[in-house]
């Protein structure tokens, strides 16, 4: 078990660029969520998949973002036309999908536009 | 309407001693589950310990216990014996039956005193 792995782990980035992101889950989790935590606050929840299906999308998430979870293993999140505003910590977490079952997070990627 | 919250911004406390981490809860759901997470400095979110609703007797794990008064809508986090290491900001999560997020409050910023 190696853990939830995020890359980068950080991204500095200037105002209308893209990003992507990646994150690999623990591998026999099925389940892959994407939060984003800005400063101060609990992390908020983005988008789900289990296996390959995306199951459920927060309206945080804009028209901007994008995620994929092309072969049910790792994923990628990517912002496009990136904004100030965008500026966060990007976590990343995996479960085996049960009711009882924690999320088991990653180190997250800190991006920072200017 | 706030699902979680955590009324205690920071707390400090002496090495050794017990500590209490307050969280109140809001769902009409009758089945949830609550965890309770710690992020350290580094950023990475790790998992403490479960409880679920329809438990019998309150969660422990290990030093962790979380003091669960269903009436309420409490779950509290009981840290006995303090140690340095466990100065990090604590997350209190929620998740409702037939729902995938996790929602998080606020946070709580336990320092602990040497």
């Known amino acids: 078990d190696t853990g939830v792995s995020q890359n980068p782990r950080h991204k500095i980035t200037k105002r209308g660029q893209n990003v992507t992101f990646r994150c690999d889950p623990i591998s026999e989790h099925n389940r892959l969520y994407w939060y984003r935590q800005t400063l101060g606050q609990g992390p908020e929840f983005l988008t789900y998949f289990q296996n390959e299906a995306q199951l459920e999308k927060s309206r945080l998430l804009s028209d901007r973002f994008s995620a994929e979870r092309p072969k049910g293993s790792f994923s990628t999140l990517e912002i496009q036309r990136t904004e100030q505003g965008d500026s966060a910590m990007y976590l990343c977490?995996?479960?085996?999908?049960?009711?009882?079952?924690?999320?088991?997070f990653g180190n997250g990627t800190r991006l920072t536009v200017t | 309407a706030q699902k979680i919250t955590q009324t205690q911004p920071g707390m400090f406390v002496q090495e050794k001693e017990a500590v209490t981490l307050d969280c109140t809860y809001d769902t009409s759901d009758p089945s949830y589950g609550l965890f309770w997470y710690k992020q350290p400095s580094s950023g990475e979110m790790i998992f403490l310990i479960y409880?679920?609703?329809?438990?019998?007797q309150n969660a422990t794990e290990g030093r962790y216990s979380l003091n669960f008064q269903k009436a309420r809508k409490s779950a509290n986090l009981v840290i006995s014996a303090s140690q340095l290491g466990d100065s990090a900001m604590y997350f209190c999560a929620m998740r409702e039956s037939g729902n995938e997020k996790l929602t998080f409050g606020t946070g709580t910023r336990l320092t602990i005193i040497p």
């Open positions: 977490a995996s479960s085996l999908g049960l009711s009882y079952s924690p999320l088991h």
């Open positions: 409880q679920g609703s329809y438990d019998q």
